[in-house]
């Protein structure tokens, strides 16, 4: 059980176009997703909490308006990168916790982005 | 002073060997204790999850939390070449602080 799934698991788009990642939690309802992003040899690096109907909460810089949000329901969050440039390029990966206990997140298996 | 520090290695050990990999942290209301082990460009798997202090087994896995001293330790027994990954330690409170990561390799 507690399966998350991302979509898609790789993608390369070209600088000022837009990406959508999508985050699936495939046999629980998730109440809460998160968004990292993990640049080689470094940890994951939260970048916002978003709870099933609500506005996403972003980190302390991370400009809401460049990563957009959006968790219509109780099992799909996504993501859009929107006008990539290369420095956005990373591992990008969600979570998602059931809220039953705060501290176990399920992860995706990650998308990595490539912007030329 | 980051709120997680984890020595990010790189750990090579034999197979067989007890491995030991560490993280201390500064926040005394940290109240959960994670393990992930993450794999060459996949995301991370739970290993274990604690709350509180004392320790908690799982097969060849031992994860151990000592608050008074803001130090958590993963334990493997019986190391294995399939072990090979990178092994992030994690806390939460209200927030979730990842360590940056150990690097293991296990040689067979």
Redesign the interface.
Known sequence: GAV?S?HPSWVICKSGTSVKIECRSLDFQATTM?WYRQFP????M?MATSNEGSKATYEQGVEKDKFLINHASLTLSTLTVTSAHPEDSS?Y?C?ATTGL??????????T?LTVT | QKEVE?D?GPLSVPEGAIVSLNCTYSNSAF????W?RQYS??????LM?T?SSGNKEDGRFTAQVDKSSKYISLFIRDSQPSDSATY?CAC?GN??Y????TSLTVIP
Request: hydrophobic share 30%.
């Open positions: 998350v991302q998160f040899k470094q940890s994951l939260l591992f990966i979570s206990t705060y501290g176990e997140q399920y992860f995706g298996p990650g990595r | 984890q990010p109240q959960y204790f994670m992930y460009r996949k995301g991370p798997e739970l999850y709350y992030l939460t927030q979730f990842f360590g940056t990561g």
